[in-house]
């Protein structure tokens, strides 16, 4: 199975990231941070959902005096999300954040980067250290976009030299693009690189129906190789989303363990002589119900039918007027198909 | 980029599978083979939109004589979907199967397999070799799920024997689970020691909303490592978002030349003073008209906006009251943000 890569250990706040601990999910609250009300409530929402920690933007001073207020009404770590100006950073770490998103590329003056390291380092707060290939387009140029993987790996070790040689190394780091091929390549060969951990995005991956199979691709395979300790997905929608697809992608290769349940069916083909599709649906609503980690398989004819329901905690299976129902593989009804979904009901009651 | 793993040729009818050629997208039809009408239409749609192999069920001598009918009346060649019957496997080759699907475990006698070999042979058409966890399950008996990677190796390489002792090879590999890990597994283990292109797939992976996400991730992690020659995404659905799906992971990665144009939109948050997720969406709508390769970015600040317009066709990005559009990374208007839309819709009407 998948082997994570070794990298260090980060402290942000009660959480921990690196290849000791689970795989971290975050999102991003998406509301005008100074809606303190609406804040705390998408917040919450996250948190509920399975977030761990949740980012939220601060580029005003009203900004920060409204996080200061919204660090002190939620439970979840906060991070902070910082561009251009070094106040806002620490305003932010003495409000109560628990590590900043810092694209170093962002802030001119070295000096001020240092303010802000020693601010998180008297606060034993973490730093995200990120680059986004948009946010450095002006380095990159006329550069073609497969050859600016070596550049962006280049511009990441001077950030990371910038933040070892002030002795600071509670880091997380970033590199983003809205390409999949370039997150990619670009985590890996940081990954090769350099020790701390990687938090994994897809950028700027746009509508909901246009973002999930590319972020899942990319995060994906970075995954499968070990690369990988915190995701985010990004989604132009809401960020509830955002958590419930990071965990279908995690949970698809062991990384989390769900506790939904799970619903195998077959995609139907000519051989299948009932309402499947139809079927599983209605199942699907009955499992909204259900919060544990269930598996169950709605299978279209024999060919697959039986095995499915070997692997499934419950199963059907059907023909054109029978229907069977299957109990950790075991065959434990027939009865006619009509009667298929509410025999099927009742055992799940039982279950 | 990627470089694909080096695979044998496989000819089926005007379609070449290998390393050589690009990756083959298919589908499957999801209605009665006797349902002719019904059927030429699934198979026109699923060409339309993409599919360059359709497969289709021959489980009766029924639907073998509806079959003959089907492949005179399209275009698309056609794959005969064979279980237990090899009957129904020499129907359909003599009817015009450019290629059979069959699990061999599935045919108790070897000399049926020979009889079906060699009608191929004689036909000169292809056949796909496959193993489904669920089809072996009585083989894997009580073997603990993350150990059944061998066993089905191992019965692989069987059938492969049996195939290249009677001295065909032009053959197709399949090795399926609804298991992404076991999946990626399997996979990469019959790349590494067959040299015969892959058919791949997530079997079973349920309805739409429940398998887009595990597909990705296991066809994406495959084909990044140059796995995979052929993809059919399986989902219990209508089969034409199969082939939308299998284009998208495709394209993710650079396999696929959509024509489709890309909307790019950062996922907000509280920097963004406008409603770009609304704006986005009727963005989107716009481009349903589009059939060519745009790259669209819709962008909420400054912070990643013209980085992103960089490399957009077309992009926008907008404050509280201002909105900026660029074409190919130069600003050309600066809008009334009310007016940004119409503004960016008269635009695209220029390109």
């Keep these: 199975?998948?082997?994570?890569?070794?990298?260090?250990?980060?402290?942000?706040?009660?959480?921990?990231?690196?290849?000791?601990?689970?795989?971290?999910i975050q999102s991003m609250?998406?509301?005008?941070?100074?809606?303190?009300?609406?804040?705390?409530?998408?917040?919450?929402?996250?948190?509920?959902?399975?977030?761990?920690?949740?980012?939220?933007a601060i580029p005003?001073?009203?900004?920060?005096?409204?996080?200061?207020?919204?660090v002190k009404k939620v439970k979840i770590p906060l991070i902070a999300d910082i561009h251009f100006s070094p106040d806002r950073a620490i305003e932010a770490v003495e409000a109560g954040a628990v590590k900043i998103r810092l694209n170093p590329g962002?802030?001119?003056?070295?000096?001020?980067?240092?303010?802000?390291?020693?601010?998180?380092?008297?606060?034993?707060?973490?730093?995200r250290v990120g680059i986004n290939e948009a946010s450095i387009r002006n380095l990159l140029k006329d550069t073609q976009p497969a050859k600016r993987t070596n550049l962006m790996l280049k511009e990441m070790a001077g950030y990371i030299r910038l933040f070892e040689k002030r002795g600071f190394n509670n880091i997380v780091l970033s590199v983003k693009s809205s390409d999949v091929a370039r997150t990619i390549e670009s985590n890996i060969a940081v990954a090769e690189r350099f020790p701390y951990p990687l938090h994994l995005g897809l950028t700027h991956a746009g509508l909901?129906?246009?973002?999930?199979?590319?972020?899942?691709v990319a995060l994906g395979t970075l995954l499968w190789r070990g690369i990988g300790d915190t995701?985010?997905?990004?989604?132009?929608?809401?960020?509830?989303?955002?958590?419930?697809?990071?965990?279908?992608?995690?949970?698809?290769?062991?990384?989390?363990?769900?506790?939904?349940?799970?619903?195998?069916?077959c995609p139907t083909c000519g051989r299948c002589q009932w309402d499947l599709i139809g079927f599983a649906q209605k199942v699907k609503k009955l499992l909204k119900e259900?919060?544990?980690?269930?598996?169950?398989?709605?299978?279209?004819?024999v060919v697959n039918g039986p095995g499915e329901a070997a692997d499934a905690d419950i199963a059907v299976c059907a023909a054109a007027d029978k229907g069977f129902i299957y109990k950790k593989g075991k065959?434990?009804?027939?009865?006619?198909?009509?009667?298929?979904?509410?025999?099927?009901?009742?055992e799940m009651k039982n279950l």
């Design 1 to 24: 199975m998948i082997k994570r890569r070794k990298t260090r250990t980060i402290c942000v706040g009660k959480v921990k990231i690196g290849s000791k601990y689970p795989l971290v």
């Design 29 to 56: 609250v998406k509301l005008a941070t100074t809606d303190i009300a609406g804040c705390v409530k998408q917040i919450n929402a996250l948190s509920a959902a399975g977030a761990q920690l949740v980012r939220i």
């Design 60 to 70: 005003t001073r009203q900004d920060s005096i409204a996080f200061a207020k919204i």
């Design 106 to 127: 962002n802030i001119k003056d070295k000096n001020d980067i240092y303010r802000i390291i020693d601010c998180a380092k008297a606060h034993k707060i973490a730093i």
């Design 208 to 216: 909901a129906e246009d973002a999930i199979v590319p972020a899942s």
């Design 231 to 265: 995701i985010r997905i990004s989604i132009a929608g809401d960020p509830v989303q955002e958590v419930k697809i990071a965990k279908k992608i995690l949970t698809s290769i062991g990384l989390y363990k769900s506790r939904e349940p799970e619903l195998i069916v």
């Design 290 to 301: 259900v919060k544990k980690p269930l598996r169950v398989a709605v299978m279209g004819c």
């Design 331 to 346: 065959k434990i009804a027939t009865v006619r198909q009509a009667s298929l979904f509410v025999a099927l009901e009742k």
